[in-house]
């Protein structure tokens, strides 16, 4: 069974950095592509940062230059890194996983394209 845990979420000022990760078990990570996504309060979840082939990344319009998204081979984790945080970043954020197709990942930003998600980690960013 596969499960995802995201952790590392908190609060921060604005122009702060935070760092969350995502571990995944029941599966070697290589066999999935994964993604962060985040809902903020009364909003719909989005897509904010998923990993495509080669070490290549796909972000969403409004973290572009700001987050960066990695994973690390031995160590089953995901980990989002965000700096210059603004208060309109403030949400749960969640990692979400589906089984690649050998070994393509699209780099998807789509809730429907994931099958496989964590609870989530919160974080808040006052100004």
């Known amino acids: 069974r596969v499960t995802l845990v995201e952790s590392g979420g908190g609060s921060v000022q604005s122009g702060g950095t935070l760092e969350i990760s995502c571990r995944i078990s029941g599966a070697p990570l290589g066999r999935f592509c994964m993604g962060w996504f985040r809902q903020a309060p009364e909003k719909e979840r989005e897509g904010v940062a998923a990993l495509m082939g080669g070490g290549t990344a796909r972000y969403s319009d409004s973290v572009e230059g700001l987050f960066t998204i990695y994973s690390t081979g031995p160590v089953a984790a995901l980990y989002l890194r965000m700096n210059d945080l603004k208060p309109e970043d403030t949400a749960m954020y969640f990692c979400?996983?589906?089984?690649?197709?050998?070994?393509?990942?699209?780099?998807?930003?789509?809730?429907?394209?994931?099958?496989?998600w964590g609870q989530g980690t919160q974080v808040t960013v006052s100004s």
């Open positions: 979400a996983a589906v089984e690649t197709t050998r070994g393509y990942c699209s780099g998807s930003l789509k809730e429907y394209d994931y099958d496989y």
